[in-house]
């Protein structure tokens, strides 16, 4: 206490600070107390431990903020998060220019420097904007590998439409090199960028970026119509049946049966054993439950209710296992055309 005393009877002897004087933390911790503790609180929801902890100690220890400081730091977070929105929006030269008209030439390049300064834009950032069919023609004729690279950067979505109105032997090969990637260095990234001579984004780090994966590949392929994905996983049967059969396994999850219309759910639940399905709902949520309850006989659900109190505590990969039986059943009825799952680009219903 008394060293508090001393801070503050010492800052009324000190010249009034100006905003540029704080530090960032600083500002940070001035900016959260300005905005009030319930506000705060949820500001601190989102950052780490340490973080916490860094902000929580500069505002123990905040000196007196004059007014004119706090509305200048308000005032510098705004246009920071504003060039953020233009920058997510159209990139750091669509970005500068908005800025300019609303700040001044020297002001915008100012915060769009102290902002790329600390902010990692993702590569292949301009073309992430592009239409995917303009970006179809421009790419199609390059090499898979870097058709592939884009592809793992941009969003799933645009991602599939490319991969699905690729030449059909070229479709698989970009999704096997999707799968199978992992790390990319930035000076692979910066000669892919050069050569398809496009202005895209700055890469602020030397730190080596991750994209593609089963993942990445799979959250497209569940995107693409129907024919394609079916084309593309019988022609990685052939050249790679491991990764063809991870990726299948990974194609549907057993949440997924949400997605399906009540005909569907109870044309699977004719096909599953009730031992199965009791172990496989032990572990997902109320609304997938829900959903198997609802297209069962009220003595059906009520039976397969009490099998999941009786049945106790279940291994987890117990669990996974039933679960991933009854996927394995989904995707059967789905290919003897028993059920249909709708995917994007189909105007089929399931039935």
């Known amino acids: 206490m008394a060293k508090a005393a001393a801070e503050v009877g010492d800052h009324n002897n000190k010249k009034k600070k100006g905003a540029a004087s704080y530090s960032g933390r600083q500002k940070a911790a001035i900016f959260l107390v300005t905005m009030g503790s319930e506000i705060s609180s949820e500001i ?8 916490i902890e860094t902000l929580t100690f500069e505002i123990a220890r905040l000196e007196m903020v004059e007014p004119e400081q706090k509305d200048s730091i308000l005032q510098e977070f705004q246009e920071l998060m504003l060039a953020n929105q233009f920058i997510t929006t159209g990139g750091i030269d669509y ?15 100012d915060v769009i ?7 990692q834009v993702r590569p292949f950032d301009f073309i992430r904007r592009t239409d995917p069919a303009h970006l179809l023609n421009f790419i199609q004729q390059e090499h898979p590998q870097t058709i ?3 592809l793992a950067y941009l969003e799933p979505n645009k991602a599939s439409i490319i991969l699905q109105n690729l030449p059909t032997e070229v479709q698989s090969d970009v999704a096997r090199r999707i799968a199978t990637m992992d790390r990319t260095s930035p000076e692979v990234l910066r000669e892919v960028e050069r050569v398809l001579e496009k202005k895209l984004s700055t890469l602020s780090s030397e730190d080596y970026t991750a994209a593609g994966g089963v993942e990445s590949i799979v959250e497209i392929l569940n995107l693409v119509d129907r024919a394609s994905e079916k084309q593309i996983i019988e022609s990685l049967e052939d050249e790679d049946p491991e990764l063809a059969e991870e990726i299948k396994k990974r194609m549907f999850v057993f949440e997924d049966v949400v997605m399906l ?32 309850f609802r297209n069962m006989s009220k003595r059906a659900a ?7 109190e009786f049945m106790g505590p279940v291994r987890l990969k117990d669990v996974e296992e039933a ?13 003897s055309g028993v059920i249909v799952i709708a995917r994007a680009g189909e105007d089929e219903l399931v039935v």
């Open 44 to 51: 601190f929801k989102y950052l780490r431990e340490d973080e």
């Open 95 to 109: 970005a500068r220019e908005l800025l300019e008209k609303a700040l001044g030439s020297a002001k915008a390049t």
């Open 113 to 119: 420097n102290r902002l790329t300064s600390s902010l």
């Open 148 to 150: 592939a690279l884009i």
């Open 261 to 292: 219309d009540d005909r569907a759910i109870q044309k699977v639940l004719r096909e599953v054993d009730t031992q199965e399905m009791a172990k496989a709902l032990k572990s997902v949520d109320t609304e997938v439950q829900d959903k198997i």
């Open 302 to 308: 009520g039976m397969l209710k009490e099998d999941m």
């Open 323 to 335: 679960q991933q039986k009854i996927v394995a059943i989904i995707r059967k009825l789905e290919d």
